[in-house]
């Protein structure tokens, strides 16, 4: 093998010196500029579609291994969870990531909510009540297809609440983000970026296709219109709300294999990190084994 | 190709004459006895652990684009869903099933539900509370791991209640999954058949394996002491609560990949003769890709 390729070839294993936490993670309280972030960019990693698939490909035995060892770590009391939180554009591939990503996983240990418009009854409550209600319990891998930012992007895009709701919003999304790390919920945040190009050809597909024709929402049109505020409200977010405890990554993207493989790198690394163990027996399991025999 | 090639190789596919519902479905009414049943049988389908590997492999897309397109229909207010009930002895693979089966569909369309003993809250409602709580919505596939069938098999086993409540629960159970399927439920119950020695050998390879102690229980060896009493117990509710409409299968299971294959099979027979179709357009497509190429 050249250098090059062992480089390359360690950056898709888990046991590598490759951060892409550190290369993605939005640093908070600074300004963000999207327009200055290349969505075409695959930074780190493997470097093309084929690549890309086979490197997502060996991610599903370790994540898989990570999530049964959170999983049994719970029945013997450890409350830790993790929360992936998946922000985006129209079309930016937030099911596509579910998909594909979550489907790596043991589906009877993730808990799925996708968050639509709010119902009357979930307006009757403040913005945090539904999110509250979702969130993953103790072993599990807790999944938001868009979630409480909804409520500071299209709230503020098309004016929902009053300009000093949504900056006290800000603040109390960092609390409540805050009391879920304190409680043991490790909290990834993935806003996937893509360009005002790539969501028109993404569009313009799903009118192509008859079997697409149900993804497709007028609306989306009428959203698009409002891009350049949209994306400003995603530069706000980012930077109010990236915190060390619930840090916010910029995924590149335009391309679905980077997106995967960048999704499922940092739940990878994350989960690593929490180093989750196999609880031990709290029974006899000699006598356990002895009694079986006997049966 | 031999014949028997051909025969083997269309038992596996999706538009072939066999059917498993068929072969498997337990007639309502009748006495049951399960020890005439062996649990390591394969009837139809693949022959052996490869071939029904490959056989699961290739089903996952045909289930994915079903579920898919039951999704998509209920975006246009079909309301038709499906519940997968899973039951069977300890270790007889209910977890594995959801791994391996569910594990082929999008995840984002899936509503899990295991059932653990009751919760004080669940046991100061009616039996069916927590279930009825826990049903998928229109364009779900709905999982329980186990379910209210607990209500007449550890409750009749341990005499969790009296004698007459556990007789009416079985019409209780009859008049609500009427119900269910009047209302586009697609209950497929699936009986996880596995024999004495096969239990046996799952257990004592949990007690060998430090890394399969969290899923022991020494509860589960007092279980496998009254296994003559659980064997009835399910007897008698297959007997009873098998109904055209919510029918039981019994699985044959000691092989956990003829009940992979078979599991799958199943949801593919039912999923077939629901033939969900992709909804129709509900906006002007050509006006929409004018203003998206305008914009």
Redesign the interface.
């Known amino acids: 093998m050249t250098k090059k390729g062992s480089t390359s070839r360690a950056a898709t294993k888990g046991g590598d010196d490759l951060s892409l936490r550190e290369l993605l993670r939005v640093p908070g309280g600074k300004p963000v500029d999207l327009a200055a972030h290349d969505a075409r960019e695959t930074p780190a990693g493997p470097r093309d579609k084929q690549a890309g698939q086979a490197a997502i490909t060996a991610l599903g035995a370790p994540l898989a291994d990570l999530q049964e060892r959170l999983w049994?770590a719970s029945?013997?009391g450890d409350r830790r969870r993790v929360l992936l939180v998946l922000q985006g554009m129209d079309t930016s591939g937030k099911?596509g990531t579910?998909?594909h990503v979550?489907?790596l996983?043991?589906?009877?240990g993730?808990r799925?909510q996708?968050f639509k418009a709010p119902t009357p009854k979930e307006l009757e409550h403040p913005f945090l009540w539904r999110i509250k209600r979702a969130l993953p319990q103790a072993g599990e891998l807790g999944i938001f297809?868009r979630s409480h930012y909804e409520d500071v992007l299209i709230a503020r895009v098309r004016g929902l609440v009053p300009a000093d709701e949504i900056e006290r919003r800000y603040d109390e999304i960092n609390r409540f983000e805050k009391s879920l790390a304190d409680d043991g919920v490790t909290v990834v945040k993935c806003f996937l970026h893509i360009s005002y190009d790539e969501q028109?050809d993404r569009?313009?597909k799903r009118?192509d296709r008859?079997?697409k024709?149900?993804?497709?929402n007028?609306s989306d049109?009428d959203d698009?219109?409002l891009w350049p505020a949209y994306q400003r409200a995603y530069e706000i977010a980012l930077e109010r709300c990236s915190a060390p405890h619930a840090p916010w990554y910029l995924v590149p993207a335009d391309h679905k294999w980077y997106r995967n493989w960048a999704v499922s790198r940092l739940l990878l690394e994350h989960l690593s990190e929490l180093d989750p163990r196999?609880?031990?027996?709290d029974?006899d399991?000699a006598d356990?084994?002895k009694?079986?025999?006997e049966?």
Chains 1, 2 share one sequence.
């Open positions: 049994a029945t013997a099911g579910v998909k979550i489907g996983f043991n589906p009877s993730c799925i996708a297809d028109r569009l313009l009118l008859p079997d024709h149900w993804k497709f007028v049109i698009r219109a196999y609880p031990k027996a029974f399991v356990a084994r009694r079986l025999l049966q």
